[in-house]
Structure formats: C-alpha cells, structure tokens
T-cell receptor, first 114, second 115 residues
Framework: KQEVTQIPAALSVPEGENLVLNCSFT??????LQWFRQDPGKGLTSLLL?????REQTSGRLNASLDKSSGRSTLYIAASQPGDSATYLC?????????????FGKGITLSVRP | GAVVSQHPSRVICKSGTSVKIECRSL??????MFWYRQFPKQSLMLMAT?????????EQGVEKDKFLINHASLTLSTLTVTSAHPEDSSFYIC???????????FGPGTRLTVT
C-alpha cells in the first residue's frame, strides 16, 4: 500500500528565504506526482504535476523535482512571500490504468513571516 | 487549468436530515469524478470514485447507503449525505478528470456542519 509522508508538518520562514518542502513515498511504481496548495477552508489548487518519466517541472518561483528510485520529491519555492503561506500537499498516482487513485500526504503548513 | 465548482460552499443542517452537494466541471467533460473528505489538520481521504453512467465505487469503510453518489452526466456529480449526524461534519471536496490519463482538478470544497 502506497504511503506518502511529508515532514515537517509545519514550517515558518522569514520573507525572501528560499525553501524546500519534502515529500517521500514508499512505492516507486508511480504514474505521476502532483503538488497542491490549499488555503484555509478552501479546496486544492494544482501547482505542478510531474510525470513518472520526468525529473522536474517549473512554474514561476516553484520548481518540483522527482526521484522515483529513492521515492522522493521536493518542492522548491524561491524568494518566498507572505502570500505563499498555505498548506502544501503532495500526492502520488500509481500505475494501474483508469482506476488508479491519488494518495495524499498530510501536507506541510507553511508560514512566511513579513 | 480546468474549473470545478461545488455548491453549496457551506451548509448547516440538523441531525437526521439529508444534504445534497453538487460538483460540476465547468469547462470540460469529466469521465470520472471523485469525492473526498477532509478532517481538520488531516489529509484528504477518498470516499468514492464515480464514472459517468455507472455506479460509484466506494472505499473500504465508507457506507454507500449513507453517502449516495450520482454521476448522471459528464459535468455533474452529486453527493447526498443521508440522515446526517454530527460526526458527518467535515469538509467535502470533489475532483474531476477528463480521461484516465489526465490531471485531476479539485473543487473549492463544501463545509458541512451537522448540529
């Protein structure tokens, strides 16, 4: 059974700092991996999706990497801003065709201090 | 990205009543929709998967008679919480995807409070 772990559960950094959020998963037979952002009381916003054949994806100040062999992904946020404060969730989708389902980590709650 | 909406965004109901939550894919046809539940400070737990025109597949431990799911069209799925109890209070989030290989898009969630 796939397990997704995100440690630490919470992180507080000063504005402007570059930071890395970690995600690990137990089964490397994945189809893709997604990073999401969730603001309090809101739904999920997809940030980056990495297919299993890819090593990284970039969008603006965000860069996500994937190392399947070690079961790890990182989300790099450059020059953090207070508006980046949110919970960041990592989810993996296993191989398995049409019915494969996302498995989520518990998320990392990020607070960027002005 | 694609847009998924949910209605209502927030609902308060009395114990014993039923509540219906709608999930719509606004700019694409969703062959598959998913319903999740999220408790405070917890991750999303998949409740059920529904494909248009067929019965939903429920995850282990989810009562299908309590959480009725209907996926009548390629743009609409509904979740009905029947005879709701306070322990059903939670944040319910739906998700949709076009095809088996495409990305999942998530709705904004519905906060259900049962008094």
């Amino acid at each position: 059974k796939q397990e997704v772990t995100q440690i630490p559960a919470a992180l507080s950094v000063p504005e402007g700092e570059n930071l890395v959020l970690n995600c690990s998963f137990t089964d490397s037979a994945i189809y893709n991996l997604q990073w999401f952002r969730q603001d309090p009381g809101k739904g999920l916003t997809s940030l980056l999706l990495i297919q299993s054949s890819q090593r990284e994806q970039t969008s603006g100040r965000l860069n996500a990497s994937l190392d399947k062999s070690s079961g790890r992904s990182t989300l790099y946020i450059a020059a953090s801003q207070p508006g980046d404060s949110a919970t960041y969730l990592c989810a993996v989708r296993p191989r398995g065709g049409a019915n494969s389902k996302l498995t989520f980590g518990k998320g990392i709650t990020l607070s960027v201090r002005p | 990205g694609a847009v998924v909406s949910q209605h209502p965004s927030r609902v308060i109901c009395k114990s014993g009543t039923s509540v219906k939550i709608e999930c719509r894919s606004l700019d694409f046809q969703a062959t598959t929709m998913f319903w999740y539940r999220q408790f405070p400070k917890q991750s999303l737990m998949l409740m059920a998967t529904s494909n248009e025109g067929s019965k939903a597949t429920y995850e282990q431990g989810v009562e299908k008679d309590k959480f009725l799911i209907n996926h009548a069209s390629l743009t609409l799925s509904t979740l009905t919480v029947t005879s709701a109890h306070p322990e059903d209070s939670s944040f319910y989030i739906c998700s949709a995807r076009r095809t088996a290989v495409s990305e999942q898009y998530f709705g904004p969630g519905t906060r259900l409070t049962v008094t």
